[in-house]
């Protein structure tokens, strides 16, 4: 009996795939690419496995919630930099990056970079003191200077950036399953989201961070085959980028200038500043951070991590060259149906058939990663900052545990029926780090790094951020604007700004530092 439920995992996945096929066969009319699926199977199967074994340890050495959500605080360096870089590199950031280059001009690709950079402040500034206070959650210093209701309401961008971030990676995700199965987005969205959120319930940060490991593995390596098959339809890097600079013009670069950007070049620099600093204030990262074994450990991850992704991005930069420049007239396909659709449409029309089924297998299965850590952390933030101290204030770690598995489900299905919405993966993964750059970051410095900033000023802060950064509307969201900025207006930096000053403005007019001795969970 023992050794049969070792393999209950892989049973139940087998059982998924084979169902997820038999629909496939008998009750869909797309032409379902059968090597392909094959090659899917192998590789979720793998990334199952990884993550039901480490389920298993998380059970014999660390079921409470310090396993479930910091792997007990003790992951190696090695781990803790793979996980930390496959979180970021993941479906939102090797789809996006390769989608604006081939429609926006290499200028706009700033994500790559903006959230390198965040990761590199943040191990300076942010991760040492983080993880010498032992918090369990980013939202833990809040709680601290703020206390649980203001906490509570701190916790909606967090949650929502979270949700968008999931639903940007598989909206990515679906595209490349649609794309290599032959088969609709919403099947591959779905197959996808339960799988990733199944061995997320199963193991927590240990199961997130190994199967992290195999899946940048993967994912690397299968970007690194797909790359100089793409390029011989262009006729190699120099011909491809001098068509590119053809194409694009002053915007073929990565450095903004007037030329470049005409009438958005305040805007460039908001979205730089919102990728820089909106990527900070995520329990996706501050949760690696705290699970560090020490905080040299915690500072180290941080920075490499933010060169790992400079350099992950150089493949899909370079895919996206190739879609914007290749005559997509001459092949059957024709051009991607869609912006989202860049990379795993040059991945299977511009390789042979052996790297397009081993490219999008492998590019499909790594991309998972960040799912996984971005259900986890909005589940741990929800149960352990705002159920906890609102709802059960007495709920042991042990059932703590069980209630962050469940709401993983939760956070998962919701996330997913954001991806059956989304129409492009750029403009959402931007999205994610703006709501978090102009409510977030505010709250988060001043609780870290201002004695004096208390609720009051928290919740002033909040409020002129919240009406500065939706005055200016969103088309994403389709929220009219309702503040007269002047064109090319940096309004979500000056909603940042104004956050930031009337938080500490009001703390101090209102005479009182927060809730410095109180505990997370029992901040009044």
């Excluded at 989608?99 to 700033?110: K, N, P, R, S």
């Excluded at 958005?264 to 699970?291: C, E, K, M």
């Amino acid at each position: 009996m023992a050794n049969l439920r070792n393999y209950t995992p892989l049973l139940l996945l087998g059982v998924l795939l084979g169902g997820a096929a038999g629909y496939l066969h008998f009750f869909t009319e797309d032409s379902v690419h059968w090597p392909a699926f094959g090659s899917m199977a192998v590789f979720y199967a793998l990334v199952y496995y990884i993550g039901a074994r480490a389920a298993r340890r998380r059970r014999a050495e660390d079921n409470d919630a310090d396993g479930m959500m910091l792997a007990g605080r003790d992951l190696p360096l090695l781990v803790a930099i793979f996980t930390m870089s496959a979180t970021w590199v993941g479906g939102g950031f090797i789809n996006g990056t390769a989608e604006y280059t081939a429609t926006q001009g290499l200028v706009w690709v700033q994500a790559p970079w903006g959230y390198a950079l965040s990761l590199v402040i943040g191990g300076l500034f942010f991760a040492r003191k983080m993880r010498r206070r032992r918090y369990r959650t980013m939202l833990d210093p809040l709680a601290e200077r703020y206390g649980k209701r203001m906490t509570a309401l701190l916790f909606l961008p967090a949650l929502t950036g979270e949700l968008f971030w999931t639903a940007a990676i598989l909206t990515a995700l679906g595209a490349t399953f649609a794309t290599v199965l032959g088969v609709d987005l919403t099947t591959a969205i779905l197959l996808s989201a339960t799988i990733a959120v199944a061995y997320t319930a199963l193991g927590g940060l240990w199961a997130v961070a190994m199967t992290d490991v195999a899946q940048l593995i993967i994912l690397l390596a299968g970007l690194a085959l797909i790359v100089p098959f793409a390029l011989e339809y262009t006729g190699g890097m120099s011909a491809t980028y001098s068509a590119y600079q053809d194409r694009f013009g002053a915007a073929a670069s990565l450095l903004p200038s007037r030329e470049a950007l005409g009438a958005s070049y305040w805007t460039w620099w908001d979205y730089a500043l919102l990728l820089t600093f909106g990527g900070i204030p995520w329990q996706v990262y501050f949760q690696r951070v705290l699970a560090a074994r020490d905080e040299r450990t915690a500072m180290v991850l941080s920075v490499v991590a933010g060169v790992v992704c400079i350099l992950a991005a150089i493949a899909p930069v370079i895919i996206g060259m190739v879609s914007a420049t290749v005559d997509w007239s001459t092949l059957a396909a024709g051009p991607p149906p869609d912006a989202s659709a860049t990379l795993p449409w040059v991945v299977r029309y511009l390789t042979n058939p052996v790297v397009a089924v081993i490219g999008l297998g492998a590019v499909a299965a790594a991309v998972m990663s960040s799912v996984d850590s971005s259900v986890l952390s909005a589940s741990s933030m929800g149960v352990w900052n705002v159920y906890k101290p609102l709802v059960e204030k007495d709920l042991p770690d042990t059932k703590l545990a069980t209630y962050i598995q469940r709401c993983i489900w939760i956070v998962g299905t919701a996330a997913t029926l954001i991806a059956f919405q989304v129409r492009s993966v750029y403009e959402l993964w931007f999205l994610c780090s703006d709501f978090v750059y102009c409510l977030l970051f505010p709250a988060l410095v001043c609780a870290l790094f201002d004695k004096r900033s208390n609720k009051h000023g928290a919740l002033a802060g909040f409020l002129v951020a919240a009406v500065l950064r939706f005055g200016g509307g969103d088309d994403t969201l389709g929220l009219p604007a309702f503040l007269s900025y002047p064109s090319d207006f940096p309004f979500r930096t000056v909603a940042m700004l104004g956050g930031l000053l009337s938080s500490l403005i009001v703390s101090r007019l209102t005479g009182g530092a927060g809730n410095q001795n109180l505990s997370p969970a029992d901040g009044k």
